[in-house]
């Protein structure tokens, strides 16, 4: 993924529920409430659905600055956008495509 749009945290999230059809309210957390938490939800070895490095990540950057050639130069990358690469998944492609999801026996 290196699009050349800068996505914030919730536009990410905006993105996703628009491709994969969901409905999911959102509550913004401060990180001076929930960085506490999750250190010690991490320390205690509780299941909680980010942990404390993944938390840091989410506020630093990872950018592909300016001129994206260096990606296919150096790396042979070609960049993608977010919105492109969620379109590989089969259930973004069914919405995109307006079939409906299938159905799991059990």
């Known amino acids: 993924i290196g699009g050349p749009h800068k996505l914030t945290y919730n536009r990410v999230l905006e993105i996703l ?13 401060p ?11 991490s320390n205690w070895r509780l299941p909680t659905p980010i942990n404390s490095d993944e938390l840091t ?6 950018i592909v600055p300016g001129d994206r050639s260096a990606l296919r130069e150096v790396f042979g990358i070609e ?3 977010f919105r492109s690469v969620l379109q590989r998944f089969p259930r973004a492609r069914r919405r995109a495509e307006g079939r409906p999801r299938g159905r799991r026996s059990g």
């Open 17 to 29: 529920c628009e491709e994969f059809g969901w409905r999911r309210a959102r509550i913004n957390v």
């Open 31 to 41: 990180m001076g409430l929930i960085r506490p938490v999750i250190d010690r939800a």
């Open 57 to 62: 990540m989410l506020f630093e950057e990872s």
């Open 79 to 81: 960049p993608n956008s």
